[in-house]
């Protein structure tokens, strides 16, 4: 971002705009308060409190602007899209669905972004084999197998 799109403390006005900040007081208390329900309930050290899972963490801030999306309200308009929003990997294009920032695309990129995930995968065509007969490597692993059989049995 340029220097005229973040203030003083390095905040984007737009999210600042969307979710107003509490007052600091409030904010430490929250952070003391999480951090003493983890340790109780977990007994992790100091460092390994301030630890925070992605998707749970990502999911709170999406719900402060409004931008989390509904599964349940989903279900209702459009259950394919539920379902892969559900089930599926969680991808950023959920977030667009609706609220600030909302993306008419981000529907169809939802439901395809396995598609652009597996494709490079498959760019790669096997040369056919010519041959008839089985390589020589297959019929002495085979050969092997059933020498092992038959002497492991004895």
């Known amino acids: 971002k340029s220097p005229q799109e973040l203030n003083s403390a390095g905040r984007s006005p737009l999210f600042l705009r969307l979710c107003p ?12 308060e999480k951090k003493k329900n983890l340790v109780r309930r977990f007994g992790l050290s100091f460092d390994e409190v301030l630890k925070t899972e992605c998707l749970v963490y990502t999911d709170e801030l999406a719900s402060f602007i409004g931008a989390k999306p509904s599964v349940l309200g989903l279900l209702c308009r459009d259950p394919r ?5 559900f089930f599926g990997p969680c991808s950023p294009y959920q977030y667009r669905l609706g609220g600030p920032g909302h993306w008419e695309g981000a529907r169809q990129a939802i439901l395809t972004q396995w598609d652009r995930t597996l494709k490079p995968t498959r760019t790669r065509v096997p040369p056919s084999s010519s041959s008839s007969c089985p390589s020589l490597l297959t019929v002495v692993g085979f050969l092997l197998l059933l020498a092992a059989v038959f002497f492991g049995f004895q």
């Open 21 to 32: 900040l509490p007052p600091q007081s409030v904010m430490e208390q929250e952070v003391n």
């Open 81 to 85: 899209l539920a379902l892969t929003v």
